[in-house]
Structure formats: structure tokens, C-alpha cells
């Protein structure tokens, strides 16, 4: 069964680009959440979706937003990118179904921004 | 919103001996306690997980105990390998079947010497 998979791994962009990550779940899962983890903030949530809709935000700009579209895939958009943007940005899949909450990691895409 | 503490940063234990690491959160809602290890460079692994309704888990040489009454967990691994050097992040959870998102600790360096 193939893990959670993420591309691309690495990036580099220029302050006030744009960028857009993928994720590509488990076979079977429907849930997909982003997380961004830097060395000062740690991991932190940035949304979840399920069934294409957005069910759960934390605390980002709007600059960020993301999408599920009907096979599970799930994509984030960073827009008018920032120097502080630079973080690893993960993404996690779980069913998501009633009482079966554990979620499986992607290897990540690596952002670079200067 | 959820606020999940961890200690200590950083353990450095002799290999054979135990190590301990411990997580507070804030909301007594929450139901769903993962760890999760992530060993440099690559993605962070689900090792084990506890559930509210559940006081103490065990998975060979790892165990997690949950208080809900004091609202702490704890992380226990014994005969610590070198393998097992990693960072060690808790995580807490309201899963309740229609959003869940992870509220994650600072993370544990652990190191195992010889």
C-alpha cells in the first residue's frame, strides 16, 4: 500500500510568488491536513479538508489556501510568498471516518523562499 | 484552543536505559494523544497512540500513560537503542469523526550514547 506522497520535495521561490504543493493520501483515505513545521514554531496546523471541503483552519493568512478535489489529492497554494514562508510543509492523511483518527505523514515538501 | 506543552527538549540517556518524555494540553475535550518520532530529514512516524477512554498502552518497548483528571501523557521507552535517537513530538486531539486536527508539543531531541 503506498504511503502518503508530496511533490514536489524541494522548492525554491522568490518573495511575492506564488506556490503550489501536493498531496496524494493513502489509497482508501479521505482526509488530508497540512501542517508547517519550522525550527522556531515547531508543526502547526494549517487546514484539513474531507470530501473536498474544508472542515478545520488554524491560525494563517489567508495567503494560504488549500483544496481537495474528488480523488482525495489534496493541494496548498501559497500566494505573494514571504521570507518567513521558508519551512518544511507536510501533509497528513487519515480515513477520517467516524473513531479512526490516526494520520500518516508525507516526506514533506522543503520551501525556500528568498 | 488547544495548548499542548512537552518536556524536556532535550534527553540524552545512555543506551539500555530508560527515557521518559512528557505532554500537557489545556483542553479537557480532547479524546485522541499520538507520538510521533521523526528522525532527521525525514517525515514524522505515528509510534503509538492512546485514546481518553484508555489509561495506559504498551507497544514492546514503548508505552504511553494518559491522565485525564491532571490532563497529561507521558512517553516511556525502555532499553533505549541508538535508533531510537530521533525527535519525539506528542499530539492532541479532538477527533470526533467530523474534523480533527493535531495540536502538537515543541518536540524531545533524544539522544541514545553508547
Known amino acids: 500500500k503506498a504511503g502518503v506522497t508530496q511533490t514536489p520535495r524541494y522548492l525554491i521561490k522568490t518573495r511575492g510568488q506564488q506556490v503550489t504543493l501536493s498531496c496524494s493520501p493513502i489509497s482508501g483515505h479521505r482526509s488530508v491536513s497540512w501542517y508547517q513545521q519550522t525550527p522556531g514554531q515547531g508543526l502547526q496546523f494549517l487546514f484539513e479538508y474531507f470530501s473536498e471541503t474544508q472542515r478545520n483552519k488554524g491560525n494563517f493568512p489567508g495567503r494560504f489556501s488549500g483544496r481537495q478535489f474528488s480523488n482525495s489529492r489534496s493541494e496548498m497554494n501559497v500566494s505573494t510568498l514571504e521570507l518567513g514562508d521558508s519551512a518544511l510543509y507536510l501533509c497528513?492523511?487519515?480515513?477520517?471516518?467516524?473513531?479512526?483518527?490516526?494520520?500518516?505523514f508525507g516526506q514533506g515538501t522543503r520551501l525556500t523562499v528568498v | 484552543g488547544e495548548n499542548v506543552e512537552q518536556h524536556p527538549s532535550t534527553l540524552s540517556v545512555q543506551e539500555g536505559d530508560s527515557a521518559v518524555i512528557k505532554c500537557t494540553y489545556s483542553?479537557?475535550?480532547?479524546?485522541?494523544f499520538p507520538w510521533y518520532k521523526q528522525e532527521l530529514g525525514k517525515r514524522p512516524q505515528l509510534i503509538i497512540d492512546?485514546?481518553?477512554?484508555?489509561g495506559e498502552k504498551k507497544d514492546q518497548r514503548i508505552a504511553v500513560t494518559l491522565n485525564k483528571t491532571a490532563k497529561h501523557f507521558s512517553l516511556h521507552i525502555t532499553e533505549t537503542q541508538p535508533e531510537d535517537s530521533a525527535v519525539y513530538f506528542c499530539?492532541?486531539?479532538?477527533?470526533?469523526?467530523?474534523?480533527?486536527?493535531?495540536?502538537f508539543g515543541t518536540g524531545t531531541r533524544l539522544q541514545v550514547t553508547l
Open positions: 497528513a492523511s487519515s480515513l477520517g471516518g467516524t473513531g479512526i483518527p490516526e494520520a500518516f
Open positions: 499530539a492532541a486531539s479532538l477527533s470526533t469523526g467530523t474534523a480533527s486536527k493535531l495540536t
Open positions: 492512546i485514546r481518553s477512554n484508555v
Open positions: 483542553d479537557s475535550a480532547s479524546n485522541y
